[in-house]
């Protein structure tokens, strides 16, 4: 099973509604989410509200998902497939395992 430590961030700006992303990428089959606190994940995913992503990256030496409002890895993303791309990165990462 894939662990993914999930970050957010405090919210202060948010462009995109993060609690609506993170229900909607639940479920996703062989994927287990974590606190990113738990140091104990194979996957980092940090979700920013806004594209300044000011968040402090916890030190993590593997693969991490960045959500920085409409952008996901440095990559545009329009609201309406935010969430369609997340689950389809972490599901391509889950297959990997």
């Not at 979700?47 to 998902?65: E, H, M, Q, V």
Request: aromatic share 10%; with cysteine; net charge positive.
């Amino acid at each position: 099973m894939l662990k993914v430590g999930v970050k957010f961030c405090g919210s202060c700006n948010p462009y995109i509604d993060m609690g609506y992303i993170y229900k909607n990428i639940q479920g996703i089959l062989g994927v287990q989410y974590v606190s990113w606190e738990s140091k104990n994940y194979d996957v980092l995913l940090i979700i920013s509200g806004c594209p300044k992503n000011c968040i402090t990256k916890p030190d993590f030496k593997g693969p991490a998902i960045i959500v920085a409002g409409n952008f996901i890895d440095m990559v545009p993303v329009s609201d309406e497939k935010l969430v369609e791309v997340l689950r389809e990165k972490i599901e391509r990462l889950s297959l990997m395992r």
